[in-house]
């Protein structure tokens, strides 16, 4: 597998949404998570983190200090199933999560495709419990943001990432193990992420291949080349043109899969900076979502159409 740098690099890959709204920081009351369900992997590196908190930054919600990770189920109408799922991976630079805009949101808009979706809320490095305090670190992993030399990309061997990678197999076993309940094919799940959430997707599906993902969809993140085994799933990758800290150093990821001989589309778009969710407003961005649900359809992943109830229970 590729050696890849991480560390300060991983840091800088902070998601923020791309709308032009506030960016100051503002405490927001924890909001309800009924049902969240917590996946067991104990505290891990975030065992000294102060207590789990919650702020609003450009008019989104956004979680720090997670020391127990959960996956929230965002379940399609029964009549709409079809059979597939995704676990949804927010960004944050592993110091926060985008959990409205790279989370909620999308989660809803793949439910109401008929899709499956679990958000996965993973363990966090540990920040200072004071605001400002949390917003120094921030700014300081900015520091190297769209260096040239950054090089930030998924590799098992290099650490750093176990914490991620082990909740988000946890994520997987959760979902197969309540397929049933849920309307799932177990041999249907992948995983979407986004910035460093597509990176814990990578190195989820590379160093971990008896997690067996369906697929994988990582959005706006490296697109440094890696070494990808036979059986690595298929690939559908976003990025935009004028991404501060992943475009402009070249397309490995796609080669990589290319070279393979496996299944991979790839979709840049000329604008859309950094952290757009479901897609920057007066930019093309916002059609990635549509051609990722449609490129499910065409690798057999769900249906033509909504098959309803019966599907979702199908191996």
């Known amino acids: 597998m590729a050696r890849i740098l991480i560390g300060g690099a991983v840091l800088a890959a902070m998601t923020v949404p791309a709308a032009a709204q506030d960016a100051r920081m503002t405490v927001m009351a924890p909001p309800a998570e009924p049902a969240a369900i917590p996946l067991g992997t104990g505290p891990g590196q975030s065992a000294t983190a102060p207590a789990e908190s919650w702020f609003r930054q450009y008019g989104v919600a956004m979680t720090r200090n997670v020391s127990v990770a959960t996956l929230t189920p965002v379940l399609p109408d029964p009549a709409k199933a079809t059979g597939a799922a995704a676990i949804v991976a927010p960004g944050g630079g592993f110091l926060m999560l985008s959990m409205e805009n790279e989370g909620w949101r999308v989660a809803r808009a793949l ?83 986004f910035s460093v959430g597509a990176m814990t997707t990578m190195v989820t599906a590379l160093s971990a291949p008896d997690t067996k993902l369906a697929f994988i969809a990582p959005i706006y993140g490296s697109m440094e080349a890696v070494m990808v085994p036979k059986a690595a799933p298929p690939l559908f990758a976003v990025l935009a043109a004028d991404d501060p800290l992943f475009a402009r150093k070249g397309l490995g990821l796609i080669d990589s899969w ?13 604008g859309g900076g950094h952290g757009f969710g479901l897609g920057k407003p007066g930019t093309t961005s916002p059609g990635w979502f549509d051609a990722f649900t449609r490129w499910l359809t065409v690798s057999g992943i769900t249906p033509s159409a909504p098959t309803g109830q019966s599907s979702g229970a199908a191996g």
Do not use: C
């Open 111 to 193: 439910a109401d495709r008929g899709i499956a979706a679990f958000v996965l809320k993973y363990r966090l490095k540990p920040t200072p419990a004071d605001l400002p305090g949390f917003e120094r670190a921030v700014n300081a992993m900015f520091a190297s943001v769209g260096r040239p030399r950054t090089r930030l990309g998924p590799d098992a061997a290099a650490a750093g990432l176990a914490d991620q990678v082990a909740d988000a197999r946890a994520a997987v076993r959760l979902v197969r193990a309540r397929a049933a309940e849920w309307q799932v094919a177990p041999n249907r799940i992948g995983m979407i992420g």
């Open 258 to 270: 290319q070279q393979a001989g496996r299944p991979v589309e790839f979709h840049l778009y000329q």
